[in-house]
């Protein structure tokens, strides 16, 4: 049925192509799961104005500020690009390393849910 060692892009049957959409799919749908919000972007605007006034040294607050917004910035990239690459390499590489990306894909999130499920 699979040949584990054949990737993708040598095999050239139809559900071969399937695997590296679905681990992609499964990296990405991880990275939502799993991927904190930052803390900085809960605070609302009026707290950060409250917080520079009385804040002596704003060059601080700034620059925790451009930090935080680069950190956002930097997981919205990851998100996507890294499901892509990920999808790229299950297309090059040996279909076995591919199933083994999805079988570590979904234990993951299904530990994120267990986890988060015992604190609530």
Same mark, same amino acid.
């Given at each position: ?56 040294? &704003? ?5 925790? #500020?451009?930090?935080?917004?680069? %950190?956002?910035?930097?997981?919205? *990239?990851? /998100? ?17 390393? &591919? ?5 570590? #894909?979904?234990?993951?999130?299904? %530990?994120?849910?267990?986890?988060? *499920?015992? /604190?609530?």
């Amino acid at each position: 049925m699979f040949n584990l060692a054949l990737s993708p892009a040598q095999a050239g049957a139809w559900h071969y192509y399937l695997v590296p959409v679905m681990t992609a799919g499964l990296q990405y749908w991880q990275s939502r799961v799993t991927m904190t919000s930052n803390p900085m972007a809960d605070v609302s605007p009026e707290s950060k104005n409250d917080e520079k006034k009385t804040n002596k040294d &704003s060059d601080k607050a700034k620059e925790g #500020s451009t930090s935080g917004e680069f %950190q956002k910035a930097m997981n919205t *990239q990851m /998100k996507y690009f890294f499901p892509i690459m990920i999808g790229y390499f299950s297309y090059t590489l040996p279909l076995g390393l &591919s199933i083994y990306w999805n079988a570590f #894909s979904l234990f993951s999130i299904i %530990q994120h849910y267990i986890s988060h *499920q015992k /604190k609530k």
